[in-house]
């Protein structure tokens, strides 16, 4: 069974950075995509950015991009998200998922192609 668990959440200051870390367990799909999402309360799920397990690719939301950053430790079966220069319209639950497709430009941010789901932190980023 597949096993996403996120971390790294909390509360900050607008300007402030947060580094989210998601620990993959038993995700063994080397051509595959994984992704962040957050959903504020009374609002749909938002795709955040992805990343490419196979070539490395990564894609961002317009909202984030040059603030966020995604990455992955192949090693530690981890993916992350740095971000910085945050804004209280950040303030969110973040999600990390797993899909065993290669998304690519266009789909990465449909949430209906992740198959496995983290159980969210919370980013809380105050004025």
């Known amino acids: 069974q597949v096993q996403l668990v996120e971390s790294g959440g909390g509360s900050v200051q607008a300007g402030g950075s947060l580094r989210l870390s998601c620990v993959a367990s038993?995700?063994?799909?080397?051509?595959?995509?994984l992704g962040w999402f957050r959903q504020a309360p009374g609002e749909e799920r938002q795709g955040v950015a992805s990343i490419d397990i196979a070539d490395g690719s990564t894609y961002y939301a317009d909202s984030v991009k040059g603030r966020f950053t995604i990455s992955q430790d192949n090693a530690k079966n981890t993916l992350y998200l740095q971000m910085n220069s945050l804004k209280p319209e950040d303030t969110a639950m973040y999600y990390c998922a797993a899909s065993a497709l290669r998304l690519g430009d266009v789909a990465w941010s449909k949430s209906y192609y992740y198959k496995y789901w983290g159980q969210g932190t919370q980013v809380t980023v105050s004025s």
């Open positions: 038993r995700f063994t799909y080397s051509r595959s995509s």
